[in-house]
């Protein structure tokens, strides 16, 4: 184990799939000379030369869908879009192509793709480039949607996308990049599909993915001081959507909140709630909350965005008052 | 650097020196075309074929010519009018028409459709049902091959077809762009049949000579006469050997015309009688039959000979479609992902979210 960042963690593992595997090339706006934007590619560009990391013009549409192609004829292509806002430019490519290509043509071509993608607000980028938009992409059956929260998970998850055959999408967070965490040495691959109880509890569960996890993790240490015994679980990955992990804390907790850092309506936290509530109905001791998004377009203005994201606080107020519904006494 | 050049061709006369086995050939595979399309609208009309189902009608010599330019190692990407292309490539009738009947023995397992033909064998990597959608991809795997292998004359090249219409898209124009910067082989060929759905090529393009829209790119254009199945087919050769030689890409536009509406379903009342006699005249079968015929590649009896054999062909391949199993429900979940993972949920509707 070595304790290094999340944009260290993601670093590394794109070299060390470049070094294991001459098919994987990574194709991105800025990746190149520029570092990437977030310079999670720093210093591949020096190391395996423009070839394997290729800088693009300003198209996503085009070169999303240009990996999409590439990855038909067997490469395996790492796409770096800058924020996931500009995914939406290439959304027919993702969600019309690289989903159904295998389906539609009758299971004989693979597009063993990923996109890496950051989300988030709470950088004052104001309301085009602060988006959430995760669930638009775990909607659609043929893409998988992962969101790791630790640095391991993030190594994980990545080697794990790499070497899968499906189109992935790894959600990546602005303000994870500079958390720091305990990563395993060497191969360390996870399996896509699977939660992670990150911390065992008993009296309430918090499903969280991305940053929220990072912040639902907090606010459950300072109640373990109150002696308020909370567990989190971390969803990692969105589609598929490991339900039975999330039933069985519930059943165990009988309490349930979702923090998500996209907007409530028709969110990730919906579909949980939905299936704790079809999942573990008779073990419920009050309704499953969601703490998100306001529903505003993202301000500018510091106060207001402050006033429009999920945060500790809120989260905390919303588990105290679950708790107090069902007359909990500690 | 290639110099931004865009240069029209009005066609050929048909050269003596061709094989006549070639050129009848050629009339087969325009043949095979033909019948095999008025098969496909009257088993539309006879609900054998759901959803959309667009033909190659009146483009039989532009399908011909690409596809005897195409090497077998070459890779095709289509529109979602492509039973011709995928006939011509060498696929077989009774899988394809199968596919248009959604059973277990179409091109895609009865998954794709009329608009989503593929064939890994043949290098034809799909057609493709929304507009420009294989743009993209097509340059996708021009990139591979770059990405691969220097150019050379022994080199695969990709040939990407689009209608007029897909001309307009944006990511024509990104895909076009990216090809020049990336210098690709691949060659893109504007299968131009003067409409898209309804909407003719003057009002939907700010330059409508489609083959100067590369010009911005500084990729060179070539306008050529579809109903000249051999200058197809020599414009194309030319462009997938500067492709495949100097990985420079080019556009090609090929001009036809639409003989019946957009799809099987559209009268296509927004066209005179005018237009109709106009497309009438072009039509490329009677006209390369007669060609045929005053050049002595062929005479009347073994004109009507091929067509006998072909609407036999494709009576029979229409007979053995229908014998193929339509796909079990069972199968529902079948290739929906490539690598299996863990908690993919497989219910169909009503079913419960969680195992209890």
């Not at chain 1, 309301?127 to 998970?153: C, F, I, M, R």
């Not at chain 1, 919906?270 to 993202?298: C, K, M, N, Q, S």
């Not at chain 1, 965005?305 to 809120?314: I, N, Q, S, T, V």
Request: some cysteine; overall charge negative; hydrophobic content about 45%.
């Amino acid at each position: 184990m070595t304790v290094i960042s999340y944009r260290q963690a993601l670093h590394d593992t794109l070299r060390a799939e470049m070094l294991r595997d001459e098919d994987v090339l990574l194709i991105g706006e800025e990746i190149g000379l520029f570092e990437g934007s977030y310079k999670i590619t720093a210093g591949l560009l020096a190391e395996f030369g423009p070839r394997r990391v290729r800088d693009t013009p300003i198209c996503e549409e085009g070169f999303v869908g240009a990996a999409i192609g590439a990855a038909m004829l067997g490469l395996r292509p790492v796409v770096e879009i800058m924020t996931i806002n500009f995914s939406l430019l290439a959304i027919d490519q993702i969600v019309n192509h690289a989903a159904k290509m295998h389906s539609m043509f009758g299971g004989q071509v693979r597009v063993p793709l990923v996109i890496r993608t950051p989300g988030g607000g709470g950088q004052q980028l104001a309301a085009t480039h602060s988006q959430n938009l995760e669930v638009w992409y775990a909607h659609v059956p043929g893409l998988k949607v992962l969101a790791p929260a630790t640095p391991a998970d993030a190594k994980g998850m990545l080697t794990a996308a790499i070497r899968d055959d499906d189109p992935v999408i790894l959600l990546e967070n602005l303000a994870l990049y500079n958390t720091n965490g305990e990563v395993p040495d060497g191969d360390h691959t996870l399996d896509i599909g699977t939660a992670s109880v990150l911390k065992p509890g008993r009296d309430l569960t918090v499903v969280a993915y991305s940053r929220a996890t990072v912040v639902a993790l907090d606010v459950a240490r300072r109640l373990d001081e109150e002696g308020i015994s909370v567990e989190v679980v971390d969803l990692r990955s969105l589609r598929p959507l490991d339900r039975d992990t999330v039933c069985a804390s519930v059943r165990k907790t009988s309490r349930a909140v979702v923090l998500e850092d996209d907007w409530l309506s028709y969110g990730i936290g919906a579909e949980i709630a939905a299936t704790i509530g079809e999942g573990a109905f008779d073990y419920l001791d009050a309704p499953v909350r969601r703490v998100a998004a306001a529903e505003v377009p993202l301000p500018y203005a510091k106060p207001l965005e402050l006033a429009a994201l999920p945060d500790a606080a809120a989260l905390t107020r919303v588990i105290r008052d679950t708790l107090d519904a069902t007359r909990f006494a500690g | 650097m290639a110099e931004p050049s865009s240069t029209a061709v009005v066609g050929t006369v048909l050269g003596t020196t061709e094989e006549p086995e070639t050129l009848r050939g050629y009339y087969r595979q325009m043949m095979t075309i033909r019948v095999f399309e008025q098969r496909a609208a009257e088993m539309y009309t006879k609900a054998k074929i759901g959803g959309y189902c667009h033909l190659n009608l009146g483009e039989e010599a532009t399908v011909v010519g690409l596809m005897a330019a195409l090497r077998a190692t070459d890779y095709l990407f289509t529109s979602y009018r492509e039973h011709g292309y995928a006939l011509a490539r060498g696929a077989e009738p009774v899988r394809i028409m199968a596919e248009l009947f959604g059973r277990t023995g179409g091109l895609s397992g009865g998954r794709g459709g009329s608009m989503h033909l593929f064939d890994p064998q043949l290098r034809l990597l799909g057609g493709y049902g929304i507009v420009g959608g294989q743009i993209p991809p097509a340059t996708g795997a021009a990139l591979a091959l770059a990405h691969r292998n220097g150019p050379g004359p022994d080199r695969e090249a990709v040939m990407c077809l689009l209608g007029d219409g897909a001309t307009n898209i944006g990511a024509f124009h990104e895909c076009l762009n990216l090809a020049a910067v990336w210098h690709l082989p691949i060659v893109y060929v504007i299968v131009n049949n003067q409409l898209g759905m309804g909407t003719t090529v003057e009002a939907a393009a700010g330059e409508p000579e489609l083959f100067r829209r590369g010009c911005s790119y500084r990729i060179p254009g070539q306008r050529v006469d579809g109903n000249d199945v051999l200058a197809v087919r020599k414009a194309a050769r030319a462009a997938l050997d500067r492709a495949r030689g100097e990985h420079q890409p080019m556009l090609l536009e090929a001009v036809s015309y639409r003989l019946r509406g957009h799809s099987v379903v559209d009268p296509a009342r927004y066209r005179s009688d005018e237009d109709n006699q106009r497309a009438r005249a072009l039509d490329p079968l009677p006209a390369f039959r007669a060609q045929l015929i005053d050049t002595g590649v062929l005479d009347a009896p073994a004109a009507a000979g091929i067509d006998a054999e072909v609407e036999q062909a494709i009576a029979e391949a229409v007979d053995a479609a229908d014998r193929s199993p339509a796909p079990a429900p069972e199968t529902l979940f079948d290739h929906v992902y490539a690598t299996a993972v863990a908690n993919t949920y497989q219910g169909l509707p009503g079913d419960p979210v969680v195992s209890p």
